[in-house]
Structures are given as C-alpha cells and as structure tokens.
C-alpha cells in the first residue's frame, strides 16, 4: 500500500506528465503559414496555436521551447513525433529547418514577398523615394509619402517597407486591398516601379525632363553601330565608337538616355534630340522633332515590309483603351485577329512601313477595312482608321482608372457567343493541366451554371460557342488558375493564357471583349471592401468574438461601431472612385445586410446562450430597403444584391404581404371550412386561458393522455393539422400563385424594367423548383409562374428549363452501391441511433457535408481511393448532407459518383448534429468503432494519408478484441 502511494505521488508530482495537461502555449511570432523561396509559391507548412502541418500531415503540438531566438516545435500525429525548428527574423521572414543542427532554408510568411532576405525592415519609406513623380509616357501620376503612395485616384497606406540590396519591397493596404510593390531607385531621378506578375512602369521625379536612364557610347554602339539609310537610300545615321552622326553632321554636346520599358534610346543633342528604337526585320525606328521614319543597314533594302503576327515589336499592347473616350476596349491583337469597333476581323495582310504597321481585315459580314497603328518614343500607342486621324490610347500595362460602366449601350438579348482561348508561352508542362480546362457561363435569367469543355487530343485550346439568354457572368478554369470575365450576346472574346517559368511560375490571363474588365471593375470594389474591414475596424477580432464573448450586448455594440466605420469608409470609397450604380448598390447591400447577418452568425455559434436571452439582448433586425435606383438589365442580371433588394422592398410592400383567403379556396369543402374556422376558435380561446406553456403540453401529449377537460381543444389541433395536410397542394399554389400576380403589379406600379421584372421572378421560382429539382412542386406551379413573365426571351428560357427538369428526373438514376435515405421525421438523435444500428459489427466513417460546400466536394474524389482502399473490411461510409436542397442532393450524388448510405437532413436536424459533433460547420468528419463508440483522434479528410493508417488501426484493434 505504501509502495502504491509512492508510486502514485511520484507520477503526480512528475512534471513531465503534469506538463502534459497544460495546454501547450505557442509564440504569435511563429504562427504563420510558410512558403519556399526556392521559386515555388506552393505553400510549405504551417504553424497554428494547437497544430502544425508539414508533409501534408498535421500535428498536434505537444511541446514548444525556445533558446537563442530559435524555437523547437515537437508534434505527434498517428504515434509519430516530428521536430521543428524555427528561427523568427521578422514578423515576413523564417529560418526553419528539421534538425538543429541541419541546413535551416529561408522561408516567407507570403508567396508574393521577394526570396531574397531583405537588408532591412523599414519603418517608413525613405527620403530618397518620396515625392511628386510622373509616368514617361501616358497615365497618371503618383505621390510618395512617408507612409502612403497615391497613383491617380486611388491610395493605399504602407503596411511594410524592406530593404532590398538593390531596391524595396512595399507592402500597400487601400482601396484595392493588398498590393506588393516593388520600387527600384534608379539614375537621373528615376523609379521603376512593379507589381507582383505585372511589367514594370517607369516614373520620373516632377520637375525633372528626361525619358529615360542614362547611358554611355559603348552601350548605344553595342544597340545600333553601324551606318544607317533613310528614304531614297541616302546615308542618315552613323554610330562609331567615337561619335554619332545625323546627315553627316556630328551631334554635339550628345546625352544618351534609354527607356528600359520600350527600348528607346533618347539622344539629346545642341541642336535637338533624336529617338530610336528597334523595328521588325533589323530596321531601326526613328523620332525627330515631327518627322517619324524607319532605317536601314542596306540601302537596296525594300521600305515597304509584309509581316506576321509574331512581328510586333517589343511592348506592343494587347489591349489598347482610349484615353479621350469611356470606351472599356478599342482595340485587341492576338491569335492572328484584331479586335476592333466591337468585332473581330481576321487578319488578311499586315505591312509595315514608316514605322506603321498596317492591318488589312475581314469580319464576319465579309466588311473590309484598314487599321494603323504605331508607338511613339514614350511607348504611347497610337491609332486610326484608314482616312481618321490619329489619337493617342492607353495600353493594357497602364496603371489607368476605371471606366463608366453606366454609360455603355449594351444590348440585354438572347444570342451566340465564342469564346476563343490561346496558350502561349512554355505549353509543355501544362499540357495534362489543359485537357481539364472548362469553362463555366451562369445564366442571368435563373442564376445556375453551364459548364463547357472544349479542348482537343492534344491538349489545345478550341473556341466555345456559348448560347446566352443575355450578358452573363463567365470562369474559364485550366487547374488552379482561371480568369473570371463578362460574356456579350453576338460578341466573339479572346482568352490568352501566357504561362512562363523563370525564377517562379507566372501565369498571365487576358481577356479581350466588350465587357471583359466590368468582373475585374466588381471584384477590385470587393477586395478593397475586405481590406478596409479587416486591419482598421477589428473585423477579425469580431469573427473571433463571435465565438468567444458570451454577453450578447457586448457583441451587439461591437458589430454595431463597426457599421458605422463600415458606412463611412464606403461613402469616402464612392466619392473617391466615382463608381457605378451597380458597385454603389452592392456596397449599400453590404452595409444594409451586416448586422442581421453578424446576429445570425452569432446564434450559430453560441447555441449555450437561452434564445430569451438573445432575443431580449440582440434581436435579429429585418432588412428594409428602399427599391434601389434603377439599372440598365445586363447591369441587373450581374447583381445578386441589386435583385435582391427588389424582391425585399416587394415582401415589404402591402403587395408582399397579401396572402389567399382560404374562404376562396377552389376545391375547399365549405362545410369542413366551417368546422376548422370554430375549431381553430376554441384553440385561440384555450391557448390564452393555459399560457404557452401549458398549451405546448397538450400539443405534444397524445389525445389518450389528454386531460380529459382540454380533449375538445386536442382534437380540435388535430382536425387543424387534417386539414392542411388534406388541403396542403392547393394551399401551397394559391400561396405562389398571389405571391407571383402580386409581383408582377408591384413591378407595373413601380414602373420596372421587364427584362428585371422577369429576373427577379425567375430566380424566385428557380428556388422553388429548379434548383431543388421539385417537379411536384413545378407541375403545380409552372402554369401560373408562366402567365407572369412579361418577354418572350424568359418564356423561352423557362420552357426549356422545365423540359430539363423533367429529363433530369426521367433519366434519375443513382450510383452502384449508393442508398438514399430521407428522415424528416426523426430527431438527430434518432438518425445518428439508426445509422449505428444498421451497421452495428463495422467501423463507420461518417461524411457531414453540403452541396454548396467547395471543400466537402473537393474531397469526394479522394473518399473514393479511400473507399477503395477499404474495399472488403467491415467499414461503412455514411453521408449526412445538410443546409442544402433535396434537389442538389441528389444531382451532387450522381455527379460526382457518391457509393454509399446517404441521409438527407433537415435545417432542424442540421443545427442538432452540428452542436452534437461539437462542431462550426461543413465539413465534419467523424469516426465510430464496431460498437458504435466514437472515437477520437481518428477522423481525418480523405485526402488526408493518415486516414487509411487510422481506420486499419482501429479495425485491427477492434479484431483484437
């Protein structure tokens, strides 16, 4: 006994084992996510405060001790220990290594940050960079402070500033949201200035003249030495390393300066300057005061030069904007074709001479023209019709505003699009990521998605020819990279894909049509909307709240200051940036929907608090919204917000609260009427006599253990609930029915856009049916949704829609070894109880996921390998799918080729399995062993390798038994 004492004192008194119980306090200075700087931007390992992942297995730290500024992690995953080891330089940078005294690598807590250790971390941006600075060439000037850099309109604040050893690295937070910047110092007053994947654009200090870097004899010798012919074939241009000679004559007092952005040299001499720069086929391109020409190293050399696409010269646009007119794009090169004046011509013959080049074209309608163009000294394109003037545009490298979408005259229309997509650059190690290319179109009209995929044998792009119910939102994805864009009915796109793989992977995605920068115009508003929250107003710190503070007032007041900074910041943005109604609206949704939506989110989380509680403290406000200015119908069609914001003011209008009288009822046995209308009196009467309570009670008693004084008012709630279950489809109809006519006066009286009138209508019938793929329900409805719609366009779409539907459920069939099961009347308690049950003697790994949850569907293709690996061993693989639509549910299924036991769960039953699972959302993994115990610890993703040793660990355990 006192051996046993001993022994018991010693292990609790040993502070290895005690220490074990303690939770294990992480550093902030080390959780971070770190990538490689060896030109991979593939993101390495990661550090939180409970966990790490290193070798696509995460671990659960045990331990963390620190000695000389290095800090020792120690984590165990599946029986296995893994040390690393951490050497914080900055809060950007690490030195991170296996062993201590192994090679620690550099690593970066960002895939955008330069992989070269910087020097220095700067507090402010120093002396030698700030001032007033100009563009050489077009486009808009930028101030540099001590902590903010403004180009054109737009600013954003410095988050960071490195020293690198020959420049610095910027990090920027504005209205555009995150940007890294890179600015080198150069000579003569000069700053090159790029972005992450972008070209670098030069600046020259205010006040300053010149436009370019300077540079010496040598350098323009070793460019153009040599003696040059003019027209005619006279002698005009001679380069010795001695001198340089125009006319013959010796240029005097000779500067040299280069353009690093457009390869013009620049010499400047006592009498003027004269510019050159390289042109196809070894001319030389030159610029004198007015006069513009082209040289050449023979002089029986031919002036007049027919060329290729591949002939254009270095920092040739591909997309050139006009800088006089709101026009979004001019004109296009690419693949051989020019895009111009809204249509793509192929090119027939294409000559250059006098430094013009000449474009002979042909559309579509057999329509033939001629296009010059030519870039100035500065790099400034310009261009003209044949017998226009010329004018000056704005390349696609230009750091220009943004353009007045409101103003554009498109025409909302069913119709054809192609969209053409070219991969230049090094194809060959993308070639199996092309096979899988796709592209995705959502129709406007019913807001759900086409997917396209048109590549050939050998991995090439081939054009898509895309049927359009109107101007749609369109995702062209290759692998893990895409390009998101807007589609025009009877317009033809290009798609270029410029891949390269230098000191890292760079992928470049243009696309060229009338509408293609409106998505780009969207997101740019929403990333600096997330920007903004985050940094200045505690938006983390909120989302953190929500599910650590317990006092609902406390959360209420928070997320309430926030709005107001919320509603600020957006009326500075919308003044700053003059932007669209369509951008204006969505901000105003955004405001208008934050608080309700931070209050829902809120009860999510904590579920411990009594809903009386809640409700008292923070009540959910209803969303009320004035009907939103009005907007072109292809500006609608891409606003979920704006859409929603009719259909709001709607349900809030005496329209939307209209209901049908069930005295009106068609096919209503007035007698039975007569009856429930006394019965439902005697419930009112007897509800205010018990009290909620009470009344509850008898509700949920049954009739046999009524008292036998409340018997009437029980069965007076059953006829009640006969009642409607007898007459719930023509109640159901007669609901969408007035809803739907009501609509439809709500729009003639506010004087709505048909085309949006039948948008609006649309995506809610869409909801009702289509997307739940609810054919009852259609078949109930489709006659009267129908009878609404105003155009023939959305009459069309929806008569083929509902033939889909029926095709769908005809040809319904579900996987081999796949099993659905709907519960609607069980608890989920009953549900998970009947699961067990039904495979009591196997292990079961159960899958909670959600149709919309990315995720839940990206690991379905490994919970086949997993499955497969399975194959013959007593376990079970159990879906429970939640918050989704019966509808996707089972299209999900099928898709994606889902074998075994399926449940579909309710809102109710979704709630209940979440707070049983101790769990915040989808998806949710867990595992039973044969005796329908949980097990901990052993619920991995599928795609997790540790899952399979986890489930074999657990069967052989099991066995042992």
Known sequence: MRKLLIFTLAVFLSPQLWAQKESVQVPKIIQKYYYSTSGSSVWDLGIWSNRFQANNTTFRITSVKEENGVYEVEGEANGNSKQLYVKPLNEYY??????????????????????????????????????KWNVS???????????????????????????????????????????????????????????VDKDPVLFIKEGQTSVGLKVDLAKLFSAFGGTWYGRGGSELLKISGKDVRWNR???????????????????????????????????????????????????????????????????????????????????????????????????????????????????????????????????????????????????????????????????????????RASFYGEVGAFREMIRNCKLTVTDPMFEDEVVYKKVNETGEFVEFEVPLNGVSKARLECGRFGKGFIVVPGEELLVGFRMSTGKAWRTEVNVMGQLARYDEAQNNFRRAVSSALKPDWGMQKSYNMLSSEKDPAKMKAFVEENQKRMSVWMQKYFEKNDVSKAIRAEGEFRMGTYISGMASTYRHYQKSIPKEKLDEAWPIPEMEFELPEPLPAWQAGLSRSFLYR??????????????????????????????????????????????????????????????KKYRK????????????????????????????????????????????????????????????????KGELLFDTYRSQLSTANAKGKADAKFQELKRWVANFKLPDGAKLNVVADLSAEQVLAKIKEKHKGKVIYLDLWATWCGPCKGEMPFAKKLKAKMKGKDVAFVYLCGSSREGDWKSS????????????????????????????????????????NEVKGMAGRPSNPGTAKSLEKLLNANASL
Not at 104 to 121: C, G, R
Not at 309 to 326: C, H, N, R, S, Y
Not at 913 to 922: A, N, Q, T, W
């Open 137 to 195: 060439g077009p486009g808009p000037s930028m101030k540099i402070e001590k902590t903010r850099v403004s180009i054109g309109k737009g600013g954003a604040d410095l988050e960071a500033i490195f020293k690198m050893p020959n420049s610095y690295f910027l990090i920027l937070n504005g209205d555009l949201g995150k940007q890294y910047v890179t600015i080198e110092p150069k000579e003569n007053s000069h700053l090159l200035l790029s972005k």
């Open 713 to 776: 008012v029980k069965r007076a709630i059953l006829s009640g609930e006969e009642f409607f279950e007898k007459y719930k489809d023509i109640l159901e109809k007669e609901k969408h029915i007035a809803k739907a006519q009501a609509f439809s006066e709500f729009a003639k009286e506010k004087g709505l856009d048909q085309n949006i009138a039948d948008m609006v209508l649309s995506r809610y019938f869409s909801n009702l049916v289509f997307k739940g793929k609810d054919l009852k």
């Open 94 to 131: 690490a030195e991170l290594s296996d062993s201590p005294d192994g090679y620690f690598s550099l690593k970066k807590t960002n895939a955008d940050f330069p992989d070269e250790q910087p020097e220095e971390v700067l507090k402010e941006i120093p002396d030698n960079l700030s001032g």
């Open 249 to 419: 004559r010796k240029l005097k007092e000779l500067k040299i300066f280069r353009n690093p952005l457009t390869g013009a040299y620049i010499l400047k001499h006592k009498s003027g300057e004269v510019a050159l720069k390289q042109g196809p086929r070894g001319r030389v391109e030159y610029e004198k005061t007015s006069d513009f020409g082209v040289l050449r190293s023979d002089p029986s050399q031919k002036e007049m030069l027919e060329l290729y696409a591949g002939d254009l010269p270095f920092g040739w646009p591909t997309e050139w904007f006009a800088i006089d007119e709101k026009s979004l794009w001019t004109y296009g090169f690419a693949n051989e074709r020019l895009f111009a004046d809204g249509d793509a011509w192929e090119l027939e013959k294409m000559t250059y001479f006098d430094c013009v080049y000449r474009f002979v074209v042909r559309n579509n309608s057999d329509v033939k023209r001629e296009y010059f163009f030519r870039l100035d000294k500065n790099g400034t394109p310009m261009a003209k019709v044949s017998g226009g003037e010329w004018k000056a545009y704005v390349g696609d490298k230009d750091l220009s505003g943004s353009f007045d979408f409101d103003k554009l005259n498109i025409e909302n229309k069913q119709g054809k699009a192609i969209v």
């Open 893 to 932: 299924i099928v898709d994606m080729d889902i074998s075994g036991d399926h449940y579909f769960l309710n809102r109710e039953q979704t709630t209940e399995v979440l707070k049983m699972f101790d769990s915040r959302g989808f998806p949710t993994y867990r595992v039973f062993d044969k005796e329908g």
């Open 646 to 707: 009719i259909m709001n003011s709607f349900e809030k209008s005496e329209f939307g609260k209209r209901q049908p009288s069930l005295e009106n009822l068609p096919g209503v046995d007035k007698a039975e009427l007569e009856k429930r209308t006394e019965a439902k009196k005697l419930v009112k009467k007897a509800k205010e006599e018990l009290g909620e309570d009470k009344f509850q009670e008898i509700v949920e008693t049954d009739l046999a253990n009524v008292p």
